[in-house]
Each structure stands twice: as C-alpha cells, then as structure tokens.
C-alpha cells in the first residue's frame, strides 16, 4: 500500500465531507426558518383563540348582567306603580326604601356592564393586533416557500450527487485507514486530517516530538496527534 496516495485520498475525501457538511447546514438553516415562522404562527393562533374565548365568556357574563338589569328595571317599574297607590306611611316608606336600594343596584350593574364593554373592546382590539400578525407571519410563510423550495431542491439534488460521488471514491481507499478516518470524523467533525508544518501540528496549534514530527515527513502509516486526536500529513510539492 502506498500510504501517502491514501494520505491524498483522505484529504480529498474530507474535502467531500467539508462541501457534504456545508451543504447540510444550508438546507437546516432554511429549513429551521420556515420552521420559526410556522412555531410563531402556531402561538399566534393559539394566543388568538385564547382571546376569543375570553371573549366569548365576557360576552356570555355581559348578557346575564343585561338579562338581570333587565328584570330588575322592570321591577322597580312595578314598584313605582304601586307606590302611587299605597296609602299608609310606613308600607309606603318600606317601599320607597326598597325601591332605592335596587336603584343603586342596578347603577352598579349598569357598571359592571359598561367596565365589561370595555374589557370586552380592548381584547377585540388585542384580537385585531394578533391577527394583523398572523396575515404578516403566514405571507412571509408563503414567500420563504416559494424562495426556498428551489434552492432547497437545489441543495438536496446537489448531495445526493456529491454523497453517491464520495461513496464511489471512499470505496478506492485503504479499508484499515479508511476506519481510522470515519472514527476520528465522528468525533472530531468534519475536519479530523490537518497539516503538520514547522514540527507543529495546524490543527490545534500545538509542538510535535520531533520523533513524531519525523514519522509525519515520512507518510508510511497513520500519525495522530497527541493532542487534539487528528491525522497529521506533511503537504509536499505533489500536494500543491
């Protein structure tokens, strides 16, 4: 085996990885903004109907408060026409007392039922406001849609092609070096092969033992890093 032709190989199959990475991460980054509009438009819709069922059940409370005052008007009606015909002092009295207390009553209902229009206004008001939001939340739903659909499909036709490329070409390198590679991605990402220049490891930045240093210059077998866990190459004038 030529190892420092699957050292070339390594480096182009991360090069796919990179572009194969890159690509994911564009299609999430649209994917999870169409995703925040529609979680947006979810709570909108539920603080919307949240208000209209606090609306409904003022609306409900109002029409008994009404129904009540209703009655209530009609009796003290009752009571005035009676009042004209009583005759005795005291009964007229008690009468004209009661009278009184359910006028205050109903001054204090008519109340109740004014504060509840006006309750009752300001959440149709908050309704209107939520609404406005949900038309602007679903027109930008339906642009990034229509912007993203193609480019989306753009992007998922694109790495099926480049995954079906690197499959092809993964299967050309070294079984052994190929595993170390895949173990390393795993747990390092996408960049888990880097140049070793000057005795110095350029991924993590770090001094090599000139011994190790000198097993990198020589790409006869694979050489980790001791600190950051990545296969080292020396990029010689056949790799420029």
């Given at each position: 085996m030529n190892f420092r032709e699957e050292l070339y190989k390594l480096l182009k199959l991360q090069k796919f990885d990179i572009e194969l990475d890159?690509?994911?991460?564009?299609?999430?980054?649209?994917?999870?903004?169409?995703?925040?509009y529609e979680i947006l438009l979810k709570e909108k819709i539920e603080r919307r109907n949240e208000l209209q069922k606090i609306i409904n059940e003022k609306n409900e409370i109002q029409k008994q408060k009404e129904e009540e005052l209703r009655k209530e008007q009609e009796a003290v009606r009752k009571w005035e026409a009676r009042l004209k015909d009583i005759k005795k002092h005291r009964e007229y009295q008690a009468l004209h007392l009661e009278i009184q207390e359910a006028k205050r009553a109903n001054e204090k209902l008519q109340e109740e039922i004014i504060e509840l229009i006006g309750e009752i206004d300001g959440f149709k008001t908050q309704i209107?406001?939520?609404e406005k939001e949900i038309s602007e939340i679903e027109e930008k739903i339906a642009k990034t849609k229509n912007t993203s659909q193609g480019e989306l499909s753009n992007i998922m036709n694109k790495y099926a092609s480049l995954k079906k490329e690197r499959e092809e070409f993964a299967r050309?390198?070294?079984?052994?070096?190929?595993?170390?590679?895949?173990?390393?991605?795993t747990r390092k990402g996408n960049v888990c092969i880097v140049e070793a220049k000057d005795g110095v490891c350029l991924g993590c930045y770090v001094s090599l033992p000139p011994q190790l240093y000198n097993e990198v210059l020589k790409m006869k077998e694979v050489i980790i890093c001791p600190r950051c866990q990545r296969i080292l190459y020396y990029k010689d004038e056949d790799m420029e």
């Open positions: 890159d690509l994911t991460k564009k299609r999430l980054t649209l994917e999870e903004e169409l995703k925040g209107s406001q939520v050309t390198i070294d079984r052994i070096v190929l595993g170390k590679y895949q173990l390393i991605r």
